[in-house]
């Protein structure tokens, strides 16, 4: 059974820094799979925030670019958004997701709370 789980949200003032990682397990080679981070703040949709291909494209978000970076490590099947610059509009409840079949993300994890303080 595949599982995300992700860590390393937190409470952070405005201009910080946060690294966020999506551990998989039950799925081996993450790098051949598009991984993504999604997030969720009070009252909105989910929205897509950055996504890594199984070539190792990236693309992300026009609220993030420059300041976020998506990436992994393949031998410990984990993916990570580091996030610079932080902005009060980057608090969100911060998803990491798998497309395993194709298609779509078929996979989630359970999230995790990013506040950023003004």
């Known amino acids: 059974q595949v599982q995300l789980v992700e860590s390393g949200g937190g409470l952070v003032q405005a201009g910080g820094s946060l690294r966020l990682s999506c551990a998989a397990s039950?799925?081996?080679?993450?790098?051949?799979?598009?991984m993504g981070w999604f997030r969720q703040a009070p009252g909105k949709e989910r929205e897509s925030v950055a996504a890594?291909?199984?070539?190792?494209?990236?693309e992300y978000a026009d609220s993030v670019k420059g300041r976020f970076t998506i990436s992994r490590d393949n031998p410990k099947n984990t993916v990570y958004l580091q996030m610079n610059s932080l902005k009060p509009e980057d608090t969100a409840v911060y998803y990491c997701?798998?497309?395993?079949?194709?298609?779509?993300?078929?996979?989630w994890g359970q999230g995790t709370q990013v506040t950023v303080s003004s």
């Open positions: 997701a798998a497309d395993i079949r194709g298609g779509d993300y078929d996979c």
């Open positions: 039950g799925l081996t080679f993450i790098s051949r799979y598009t």
């Open positions: 890594i291909s199984s070539g190792g494209s990236t």
